[in-house]
């Protein structure tokens, strides 16, 4: 037994990167115990501010046996998005890199059903889901676990070798594999991302306050933005990078190799007068399967109104 799980751990990391996944790392299907207290002290005291949805399914939160019964092991995935070229207009309204090309929602699960298709013929059939950032998955807890980083100041996972710009995935399965074993934390008594949060959103023991961030200010939240943080956006206009183009850590980032990232040239030529002037029309053209669409164009424009 032993044997096979130690064969079969080697194909699926083997496979992962042929799929094009930058790391892969194997954790103990377990509940999980440390990041319990976390989350419920962060729901209680309303640090996920309107999103209430993440205050269900907590027991499926921490046990991937409840989403995938008989679950033995979960595979952590790690997928580079760091485009090559950004945004030409300083001055313009900000979108977050990770939705400068189609939506990886789509992009990853297909990704992750051919790297389940592939091991099935390698391994044999067994059970098993797929996740991308759309269920109850700690993903963050989950890849931390299995050594494919640690988690940082700003709540990320950050990657020794390569940073923090990448997408996460899970396929939570049946199979006996062999763990991996979690890092230490590197960051140190660096304190970049906390210092140039521009609402102060960071709380120490890497804790963050939605209701404070760029990011849920800009996609989640349904409501108005406060006028507290007027003239505190830095001109983000959907999602926020600023945690982590200040991180030391990033300074070892690659440009992506997947052509589905790409962003389209029109987007970074957008001049700050054309954001202004934006339509539906030019909003749909512009951010067709991107996942800019989760605002739909009126969020997006209550942004970028908002940055005036």
Same mark, same amino acid.
């Given at each position: 037994?032993?044997?096979?799980a130690d064969k079969n751990t080697a194909l699926v990391k083997e496979i992962a990167l ?101 091991? $099935?013929? *390698?391994?044999?059939? +067994?059970? @098993?889901? =797929?996740?991308? !950032?759309?269920? &109850? ?94 003239? $505190?956006? *830095?001109?983000?206009? +959907?999602? @926020?990078? =600023?945690?982590? !183009?200040?991180? &030391? ?60």
């Amino acid at each position: 037994m032993l044997v096979s799980a130690d064969k079969n751990t080697a194909l699926v990391k083997e496979i992962a990167l042929k799929a094009g996944f930058s790391f892969c790392g194997i954790s103990k299907a377990e509940f999980l115990e440390k990041d319990a207290p976390r989350l419920e002290n962060w729901l209680m005291e309303g640090k996920h501010g309107t999103m209430k949805w993440m205050e269900n399914h907590f027991d499926k939160r921490l046990d991937p046996r409840l989403l995938v019964p008989g679950a033995k092991s979960v595979i952590s995935l790690m997928y580079n998005y760091f485009p090559a070229k950004q945004q030409k207009e300083a001055d313009a309204p900000k979108i977050s890199k990770y939705a400068y090309g189609e939506d990886y929602h789509k992009v990853i699960k297909d990704k992750l059903y051919d790297l389940v298709s592939h091991l $099935k013929l *390698e391994i044999g059939d +067994f059970d @098993c889901r =797929v996740f991308v !950032d759309s269920a &109850p998955v700690m993903e963050r807890a989950w890849a931390a676990k299995s050594g494919l980083g640690w988690i940082g100041k700003n709540s990320l996972l950050i990657n020794k070798k390569a940073g923090s710009f990448y997408f996460l995935a899970e396929i939570i399965c049946d199979l006996e594999l062999i763990p991996d074993l979690p890092i230490k934390n590197y960051c140190g008594t660096c304190t970049a991302c906390i210092d140039a949060c521009p609402t102060e959103a960071i709380l120490p023991n890497a804790v963050i306050d939605s209701n404070k961030c760029i990011s849920y200010l800009t996609i989640e939240l349904r409501e108005e933005i406060p006028a507290e943080f007027k003239n $505190k956006m *830095e001109n983000w206009a +959907f999602g @926020c990078d =600023v945690c982590q !183009d200040v991180c &030391p850590w990033n300074r070892f980032s690659k440009h992506t190799a997947e052509p589905l990232f790409t962003p389209k040239e029109e987007f970074l030529n957008q001049t700050n007068k054309e954001w202004a002037e934006m339509d539906e029309l030019i909003f749909l053209k512009l951010f067709k399967n991107s996942a800019v669409q989760r605002t739909k164009f009126k969020g997006l424009k209550r942004n970028i109104e908002f940055l005036k």
